[in-house]
């Protein structure tokens, strides 16, 4: 999947006006890593080895034009990601994405898409696409400070949604803000603190 520089270009820009909050649709946040430079960060998040380390589940980079996984993720690879065994045994990925555009150290640009979308989707609807995530890392305080942008996420109720009777509706855009939060960045300070703590020369 080919992005034009005019949409890239606009994505990047539109994180000028960064905010904390949720809005429908599009999620933005900023998280800081202490102690821990960009490039490791970068390294660690393109790392097949790396992004299963730090998350804590299964993940792998695959190259689509040599079908085979891949130790290191490059553009036009695919992520796949948070990898279980199923109620019926079979071993799948509940993430999947591909890898549009990469600027070592500074910034990933990537399709993001949970299998719950498939499965949640109302019927007939085939009108939600694949979302855009754009990772941008930079140095600040002597770690990373990381900001995170995605948008097009669909706007059907979430997990855990409630009707109009007996409660407000939560939507895929609050759960996703929030699995941000326990999935990737608290597993990712914990896993970087306990990188600097461990002795010099343990892998």
């Not at 992520?79 to 071993?91: C, N, R, S, V, Y």
């Not at 640009?109 to 939600?128: I, K, L, Q, S, Y």
């Not at 855009?132 to 770690?143: A, D, E, K, S, Y």
């Amino acid at each position: 999947m080919k992005f034009s520089r005019t949409i890239l270009i606009a994505l990047i820009g539109a994180m000028a006006g960064w905010v904390a909050a949720a809005s429908a649709g599009t999620i933005q946040q900023t998280i800081e890593f202490p102690g821990v430079t960009p490039d490791t960060v970068y390294d660690t998040y393109m790392s097949s080895k790396g992004h299963a380390a730090m998350t804590g589940m299964p993940a792998v980079f695959y190259r689509p034009s040599s079908k085979q996984e891949v130790t290191i993720g490059e553009e036009g690879d695919e992520l796949h990601a948070f990898g279980i065994t199923g109620a019926d045994g079979k071993f799948g990925y509940l993430l999947s994405g591909r890898i549009l555009k990469l600027v070592p150290g500074r910034e990933i640009v990537m399709t993001w898409r949970p299998r719950t979308w498939d499965e949640g989707a109302r019927p007939g609807d085939d009108t939600d696409l694949a979302c855009i995530l754009v990772i941008t890392l930079r140095p600040f305080n002597g770690g990373t400070e990381l900001q995170m942008m995605q948008t097009d996420i669909p706007d059907y109720p979430g997990v855990g949604a409630k009707d109009s009777v007996n409660g407000p509706l939560v939507t895929e855009t609050a759960t996703v803000n929030s699995h941000w939060y326990s999935h990737y960045w608290a597993p990712m300070q914990r896993y970087f603190q306990a990188q600097a703590a461990a002795p010099k020369g343990t892998p």
